[in-house]
């Protein structure tokens, strides 16, 4: 199990990003740190004097009795989302853009644990999305998995202005290149930063939705150490999931259905957190630069229209824009 550590080397150098493996997988453990002890500290807001634990059980405590007000309050926080965004000018919203809510389909249920995103093709005249949810089906302690904040969460980054928004927008580039390129560190690492963002500008900055926030960091960053290490045959798969539960706090039936989808598909899991990594990188240094001209609705148009480019060419892309 695993491709080995010189071909993982070789597709990461294939995929033209800006840092090295070792660099990437240092950056998993230092968030991992890093949101652990951020975990510790929102867990006192929660409740003065709880641990992390306690908090946790609190937060996942939190959820509909049956996935069927898991689906509806899915699609009231999506619809949320796309408001506050439309209200705070916080991107350009195109014009024939939709988004349906529905149960994953059954045979995509043993790879997708909670929630995906399928878009729309680049020339159909409807941009229709699909955000698809999963059932619990007979694993009920799964519901435990769609708590009230997390589901906020999950539907800023599969919906608005995450994944949805992203390739909707992408599919108004001109270009017929851009409608073939996927580069999955702009992608993934878009709505995971949007994740943050939405909550730096006031959409349900509670402390509660902050914890599954950084909570889901958590989870990306073990998604990063678990790519690597997995695919370098460092890790097992069983040591995999038992690290998904130990370390993200996750059920372990989900757990499960994560590493089965990491080992068909290398480089892509961190891909979420090494992307958020780099655009926020970028807002600052274009924010610096900028000045006074600077807006995150600039900031966000210049990416979400570019189409999904490698983050390479991203970067080359907003050089020229701020010249221009």
Not at 263 to 271: C, D, W
Not at 279 to 294: A, C
């Amino acid at each position: 199990m695993g491709i080995g550590e010189a071909t993982f080397r070789e597709l990461l150098k294939h995929r033209h990003l800006p840092l090295a493996l070792e660099e990437i997988y240092d950056l998993g453990w230092k968030y991992l740190k890093d949101s652990k002890e951020e975990l510790a500290r929102i867990a006192g807001q929660i409740k003065p004097g709880a641990t992390v634990e306690e908090a946790t059980e609190i937060v996942k405590g939190d959820h509909p009795r049956a996935f069927p007000e898991a689906l509806e309050f899915t699609k009231k926080e999506m619809l949320a989302a796309r408001e506050f965004l439309r209200e705070r000018g916080l991107a350009t919203l195109p014009d024939g853009e939709d988004l349906k809510v529905i149960e994953t389909p059954t045979y995509l249920r043993h790879v997708i644990p909670f929630a995906a995103y399928s878009s729309p093709g680049k020339f159909e005249a409807v941009q229709q999305g699909i955000y698809m949810v999963t059932p619990v089906e007979d694993k009920p302690e799964m519901l435990r998995e769609f708590s009230y904040s997390g589901v906020r969460n999950t539907a800023v980054h599969e919906a608005y202005p995450g994944h949805h928004l992203q390739l909707v927008c992408a599919n108004q580039h001109p270009s017929l290149a851009r409608a073939l390129t996927d580069a999955v560190e702009t992608i993934e690492g878009w709505a995971h930063y949007c994740e943050d963002m939405m909550r730096e500008q006031g959409f349900s900055a509670d402390p509660k939705t902050h914890f599954v926030q950084v909570m889901d960091q958590a989870w990306r960053a073990c998604r990063i150490i678990i790519d690597v290490d997995l695919h370098r045959h460092k890790m097992t798969f069983d040591e995999a999931v038992e690290f998904l539960v130990k370390e993200a706090g996750m059920e372990r039936p989900g757990a499960l259905a994560e590493v089965k989808r990491y080992t068909s598909n290398p480089a892509y899991q961190l891909s979420y957190l090494i992307g958020k990594h780099l655009i926020k990188g970028l807002r600052e240094d274009v924010r610096r630069r900028m000045g006074t001209k600077y807006s995150d609705r600039w900031f966000h148009d210049a990416i979400l229209y570019a189409g999904s480019m490698p983050f390479t060419y991203l970067r080359e892309e907003i050089e020229q824009k701020m010249a221009a």
